[in-house]
């Protein structure tokens, strides 16, 4: 085994130094911002259980009586629910309008979306409608809600089973990161 010399030892330590000037500097420069200067952030995250497209049916005493006795469940329930139509206003803008379909082989699961956007910081109102049953037009809910966004700061609007509600600054953050898969 050879014994290190202190010029070996010195070359080892200008190494280490220079490589670790180097990670330094990458961890510095260039400089990265996801949003633009005097920007905010709003995120969207919702997962909703919307009604079933068609309604459940009540077995009568003869109908349970003809089923095998694991099988004797007093409803019959089709599986496919109805998609999820989303609205999303912010000061009258539309961020969002879309249609979102359920999960699932037989869509008889949640709806679920993820969305963002930067907002220049400032006083919004939003205002969210969602439909959740089958019928054709109109909403089911409709909420209007006050955010005044700070830059670099971010808004989350939770959207699910039958509420919106919105959490804005750090605890927007933490939120976040609880919801993401």
Known sequence: MKRMTAGMLAGQAVAGLLFASITGAFAQWPRYSPLPAGHGELKLSMAHLTERLVPCVQLSAEELAALPPNMRNPERCERERAPAVIELRANDAVLLDTVVRPVGL????????????????????????????????????????????????????????????????????AAAMETTP
Do not use: H, M
Not at 110 to 120: E, F, H, I, K, V
Not at 144 to 170: K, Q, V
């Open 106 to 173: 037989a869509r008889g699961g949640r709806s679920y979306l993820q969305a963002r956007w930067p907002l220049a910081a400032g006083d919004y109102e939003l205002e969210i409608k969602l439909r959740d049953t089958p019928r054709a037009e109109g909403f089911d809910l409709v909420q209007r809600l006050g955010l005044t966004l700070r830059p670099a700061e971010s808004a989350l609007l939770e959207l699910g089973d039958g509420e919106a509600r919105l959490i804005a600054g750090r605890d927007a953050d």
